[in-house]
């Protein structure tokens, strides 16, 4: 405030003074306030950002006096101000401006660019830092990551583009590490590079397709080894191969096991050449050995012949020279259909096909020989033991049968013997039994004609006293009838005699009652009477108690009198009742109180309750029956009645004021009331009374 | 007549009698707060104004007032209480 007004002073004031405070404040103040003459706040931020501006400037203390030249150039730029405010033209101020903006215009314009250039660069700057701090920070927190783990798992989760640099460096890394891996976890083989598979790993060229099998052997095992060949293609060709040749060697050797059942000898004697041949590493001619070995069984040397010569025959410009072996040839035993035996032929056919595959067919070939005779010979023993139990069984067998038959017939005839004596024992003992059984019936029969005869006797003799008893009971009831009869002639006069002496009492009592009832009903007419005169006589209203008790007792609780005087207030008959004369009198006095309050209005005051008694005053009287439903037309009819005597009629006309009317005129009406109901009980009772006295006539 | 007479009158007034007694009772009402106002009127007027009328006349006046208000509201009262009756 106190700067404000300073300010404005100054504004107002001479120059001198103006430049004088000028020193004290902020230049850029009092230019604004010379220029626009305003006042302004002294919170207005914008000069203090003015003069921050300049970094190199905040080394000197804010309150040092501000240097001249700025004070100059300020007066400089307000070269407008002087040419408005023409009325302040102070001599020294204005030459030292003009020598100072002569000085200063050149520096002048510095701020500007300067301050453009400053934003510039600040921005660059800012923004360089910036870039350069957040890569050191990416950086820094990928290098981190890869030390601490938590620290990797939270900068791959909240760092944009953390985790991939980070994967990046990891995989570098990695690659640096073991730079052969990757080519091989590609599992692609560089392309120049050719796979060198050894002479002797026994792969050959050809495709292990067996083609020419396909179509010379009909058997099923044939093509399963195919299909199996198919399979194992990873395997060795020459595997495969040699499978196929033991697959199909026992067939033919089982197909041809039929034929040689019957010569089991020449089996062995076939096979012994097979070794012999087979020892012998001739590359080609391998095969010929076999096929004379295999001429007895015509059907697999044709086709193992024809399936080695064109292996063999191409082979000659080949790079594989070798043939895959001179085999052993398989066994084949006639006597294979031994489960034992056939399992031990299997043995060591697998065993012959590894030693060919082996290609040491040289080295066990005399073993394998030995094994095979030995076997053979097996299999001729078995054949021989199962021949010689065969027929020792037929024999035991054909005497056994015989046996059984000679029991048999001995048997059927020990039977027959036995069957005949029993049957002629039993028809002599029915014989037997028949004649007892007819002797019982006989008798019992008898006895039963006996005992009938006996029981109708009985019955006849029980007939005849029935009857004699009918005859006397009929006698008797004779007699008595016939003395009832002369007896009921003399009681039934008696008894009408009896009937009207009491008739005639009845009579007399009836009387008597018709005379007492009289009596009573005369009585009862009196009381009635005495209490119409107790009520009627007296000036003054008086009690009657007495004379209704007398009354009470003569009616002898007859219901209608005793409800009649119950329905007397017990009030009316202790005090007694106000006569017609009392009645008229008070309700002049209580008319006059009526009229008193005829006026008043619903919720009345002292002041209203005034009113109305003074107006009541100057009202015109009504006479005789007057129509209308105001205080005064009811009174007027009321007192009508009541001159006619008309008392029911009066109350009625009262019960229907309403207000403080009706309160003032409460206790006449309950008297009127009163002695309404005294009147009414005893006109009951009158009336019951003449009821009576008429009844009994 | 001699015997239920005094009942009455000890009991309560006859119907026909209610506004009369109202009445008296207001009026009595009237004289001893008028009366009593009209004493400290004289009492204040002699002690401190003077011995000027005025004081009188406003104590005359605010017994009176006072007894107005009291006869309006037992009138009230009693008309309210008949037309909870009806």
Redesign the interface.
């Known amino acids: 405030m106190l700067r404000t007004s300073l300010r404005s002073v100054r504004a107002l004031g001479n120059r001198p003074a103006a430049a004088a405070a000028g020193r004290q404040w902020q230049v850029s103040a009092a230019r604004r306030a010379v220029v626009s003459g305003q006042r302004s706040y002294a919170d207005n931020k914008k000069p203090a950002d003015q003069a921050k501006l300049p970094a190199s400037e905040t080394l000197t203390a804010p309150s040092t006096a501000p240097p001249p030249p700025r004070q100059t150039e300020t007066v400089a730029s307000s070269t407008i101000p002087p040419e408005n405010a023409p009325l302040t033209p102070p001599a020294p101020g204005p030459a030292v401006t003009s020598e100072t903006a002569a000085k200063t215009t050149p520096p002048a314009p510095p701020p500007t660019p300067r301050k453009k250039k400053g934003f510039f660069r600040r921005l660059r700057n800012y923004i360089l830092t910036l870039t350069l701090l957040s890569a050191l920070a990416f950086g820094g927190g990928v290098w981190y990551s890869r030390i601490n783990d938590n620290f990797h798992d939270f900068f791959t989760e909240y760092v944009p583009y953390g985790e991939q640099a980070v994967l990046y460096l990891e995989e570098l890394d990695f690659k640096k590490r073991f730079p052969n891996v990757a080519s091989r976890v590609t599992g692609r083989r560089p392309d120049g590079e050719q796979v060198k598979i050894p002479a002797q790993s026994g792969a050959s060229w050809r495709v292990a397709d067996g083609s020419e099998s396909a179509g010379r052997q009909s058997s099923a095992i044939q093509k399963e080894a195919v299909t199996k060949a198919a399979k194992t293609k990873g395997e060795p060709a020459v595997v495969t191969e040699a499978k196929k040749e033991t697959a199909t060697l026992p067939r033919a050797e089982a197909t041809t096991n039929e034929a040689e059942l019957q010569k089991p000898v020449p089996a062995p004697v076939e096979k012994k050449p097979k070794p012999e041949p087979a020892p012998t590493p001739t590359p080609t001619p391998a095969p010929v050995p076999v096929v004379p070995a295999a001429e007895p069984a015509p059907a697999p040397a044709p086709a193992s012949a024809p399936a080695k010569q064109p292996f063999k025959a191409p082979e000659v410009d080949e790079p594989s020279r070798w043939p895959p072996a001179s085999p052993i040839d398989p066994l084949a035993v006639p006597d294979a259909a031994e489960p034992v035996v056939q399992d031990l032929v299997h043995m060591l056919n697998d065993i012959i096909t590894v030693i060919n595959h082996d290609g040491a067919s040289e080295k066990y070939a005399a073993t394998i020989g030995k094994a095979k005779d030995e076997l053979s010979k097996v299999g001729g023993k078995i054949r021989d033991l199962k021949t010689a139990v065969e027929q020792d069984a037929a024999k035991q067998v054909r005497q056994r049968v015989d046996d059984f038959d000679r029991a048999a017939n001995e048997l059927v005839s020990r039977l027959e013997a036995v069957m005949t004596a029993q049957e002629q024992q039993f028809r002599r003992e029915f014989e037997a039994e028949a004649a007892r059984l007819r002797q019982s019936y006989d008798s019992k029969v008898r006895l039963i004609q006996e005992r009938e005869r006996q029981l109708a006797e009985a019955k006849l003799g029980n007939q005849l006293l029935e009857q004699a008893i009918q005859l006397q009971r009929q006698f008797a009831r004779d007699v008595q009838q016939q003395v009832e009869e002369e007896r009921d002639g003399r009681l039934g006069k008696l008894q009408e005699l009896s009937a009207a002496v009491a008739s005639l009492e009845q009579l007399a009592a009836g009387w008597n009652n018709v005379i007492d009832a009289n009596l009573r009903t005369q009585q009862l007419h009196v009381a009635v009477e005495a209490v119409r005169a107790s009520l009627e006589d007296a000036r003054?209203?008086r009690p009657f108690v007495r004379e209704l008790v007398a009354l009470k007792e003569i009616a002898a609780q007859d219901p209608v009198v005793d409800a009649a005087i119950a329905s007397i207030p017990p009030a009316a008959y202790q005090?007694g009742v106000s006569t017609p004369a009392e009645l008229v009198d008070r309700f002049r006095?209580?008319a006059a109180?009526?009229r008193?309050?005829a006026l008043?209005p619903?919720?009345?005051?002292?002041?209203s309750?005034a009113s109305s008694y003074v107006l009541s005053k100057v009202l015109f009287r009504k006479q005789g029956l007057a129509a209308g439903d105001d205080v005064e037309s009811v009174l007027t009819r009321a007192q009508t009645f009541l001159e006619e005597g008309d008392l029911d009629n009066a109350a009625r006309e009262m019960n229907g004021l309403?207000?403080?009317a009706?309160?003032?005129?409460?206790?006449?009406l309950a008297e009127v009331r009163k002695v309404l109901e005294v009147r009414q009980a005893l006109e009951v009772i009158q009336t019951e009374a003449r009821l009576q006295s008429l009844k009994v006539e | 007549?001699a015997?239920?007479a005094p009942s009455r009158a000890v009991s309560r007034p006859?119907?026909?009698?209610?506004?009369?007694e109202k009445?008296d009772r207001?009026l009595s009402n009237l004289i001893i707060k008028s009366t009593l106002g009209l004493g400290f009127g004289v009492v204040f007027s002699v002690l401190l104004f003077k011995r000027r009328a005025w004081p009188a006349l406003v104590g005359v006046g605010f017994g009176a007032g006072r007894a107005?208000e009291e006869?309006?509201y037992s009138?009230?009262q009693a008309?309210?209480d008949?037309?909870k009756q009806?």
């Open positions: 003054h209203p005090r006095r209580v109180e009526v008193k309050a008043l619903d919720d009345a005051g002292v002041a309750h309403s207000g403080w009706k309160t003032l005129s409460r206790d006449w | 007549m015997e239920p006859v119907s026909e009698a209610l506004l009369n009445w207001c107005y006869c309006n009138l009230k008309a309210r008949i037309k009806a």
